[in-house]
């Protein structure tokens, strides 16, 4: 850990100005494709421009900081400006929000193991995040994708995976950017609760070995784990209390007390789903919990503003409120202070 102890304290101040006053992370950092995709969703047309005017729909959201104390951005978007040609890093600086950047190149099929996925990117890693620390982020993220089914995971997709992820924290911590840790146990398929679970807990145990083999400073990261929820076609859905139970007990069997930060992914749940499941987990464990359990979403908070949005300007308004709601309901269940009845204001 020696070479990283210079930057520790810039990193620990990192994630205390991210997280401070119970805001979490807003990620807007959808590759090309992915941002394409939902785009077609909903028939928004799938050019640069269009995808830039929603991310300045974003970015631009009024009192987007009072909810959110960090943003994800991606290559293209880290780029770019507002129509009148204020760079987007330099709003959020007004906003008083953190930029950080995805840094991965996405998945791909894993030799040799059909139907699991591995993540690219780790080739000149170094040169980009030193790039990308230059313009001004502060963190990064890097995604990893484990897939539940039979015989899946295997040891040498979760090993593969996990050792990917510490690489690349290790590169961050030495470029003196805070790495979001993401291993991400998808929610497609039939799988129990128990299920999965049990994955993610494995899934995590062998993140964490493979942080400390690489010397990654714990107190200087953030994970960026998926809740524990039976998989989408799993006929035996669960309650609100069983899904908090079940994730922060994996949480507890897994992630050390050093580490500052668990900031949950979305992955397809609705967005009432997450913001509620994430306010029991903060009400039911609060008092026991070594580290801030928060919210690093995508789709659970843009989804309902991209919908309103519909690429047409008229509609900017609108979006904007629902976005700005969905973050703020988030803030209220990092507090344990969310209800359903937030959501009829
Ligand atoms: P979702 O919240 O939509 O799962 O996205 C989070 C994310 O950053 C995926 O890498």
């Given at each position: 850990?020696g070479a ?7 990193l620990?101040?990192?994630?205390q100005?991210?997280l401070?006053?119970?805001?979490g992370?807003l ?16 028939g ?6 269009f ?24 290559d293209e ?8 040609g ?23 099929e ?5 139907a699991?996925k ?19 982020a ?5 995604r990893?994708v ?24 290790a590169?961050c ?10 291993p991400?146990v998808?929610?497609?398929g ?11 807990e ?12 690489q010397g ?15 998989g ?16 922060v ?9 050093a ?38 979403f995508?789709r659970?908070?843009q ?7 519909r ?7 609108l979006?904007?409120r629902?976005l700005?709601h969905?973050a703020?309901?988030?803030?209220s269940?990092?507090?344990?202070e969310y ?7």
């Amino acid at each position: 850990m020696g070479a990283f102890r210079v930057s520790l304290q810039t990193l620990v101040a990192t994630v205390q100005s991210i997280l401070a006053s119970d805001k979490g992370l807003l990620a807007m950092d959808e590759s090309t494709s992915t941002c394409n995709k939902r785009f077609a969703e909903i028939g928004i047309p799938q050019t640069v421009e269009f995808r830039r005017a929603y991310r300045e729909l974003i970015i631009s959201t009024p009192g987007l900081g009072d909810s959110i104390g960090g943003v994800i951005l991606y290559d293209e978007t880290i780029r770019q400006k507002t129509e009148s040609g204020i760079p987007f890093l330099n709003l959020l600086a007004d906003a008083g929000i953190v930029p950080g950047i995805k840094v991965d190149a996405g998945t791909t099929e894993l030799a040799g193991h059909p139907a699991e996925k591995i993540t690219e990117g780790l080739d000149r890693l170094r040169e980009r995040l030193s790039e990308y620390a230059q313009m001004g982020a502060r963190f990064a993220k890097w995604r990893s994708v484990i897939t539940i089914g039979n015989d899946r995971p295997s040891l040498g997709c979760l090993e593969a995976n996990a050792h990917d992820l510490a690489r690349y924290a290790a590169l961050c911590q030495e470029a003196g950017l805070v790495p979001i840790v993401e291993p991400e146990v998808l929610m497609d398929g039939d799988h129990s609760l128990q299920r999965c679970a049990e994955v993610t807990e494995q899934t995590l145990h062998t993140v964490f070995d493979q942080l400390y083999r690489q010397g990654v400073a714990l107190e200087g990261m953030i994970l960026k784990p998926n809740m524990v929820l039976p998989g989408q076609l799993c006929p035996a859905q669960s309650s609100v209390n069983d899904v908090a139970d079940a994730t922060v007990n994996t949480l507890f069997r897994t992630v050390p007390a050093a580490v500052p930060a668990v900031a949950f992914l979305s992955g397809g749940q609705s967005a009432q789903d997450a913001s509620a499941r994430l306010n029991a987990m903060n009400i039911r464990f609060r008092s026991r919990m070594p580290w801030v359990l928060a919210f690093s979403f995508a789709r659970a908070i843009q989804q309902p503003a991209l919908e309103i949005w519909r690429g047409e300007k008229s509609n900017t308004e609108l979006a904007q409120r629902a976005l700005s709601h969905r973050a703020s309901c988030n803030r209220s269940a990092r507090r344990g202070e969310y209800s359903a009845a937030l959501e009829d204001r």
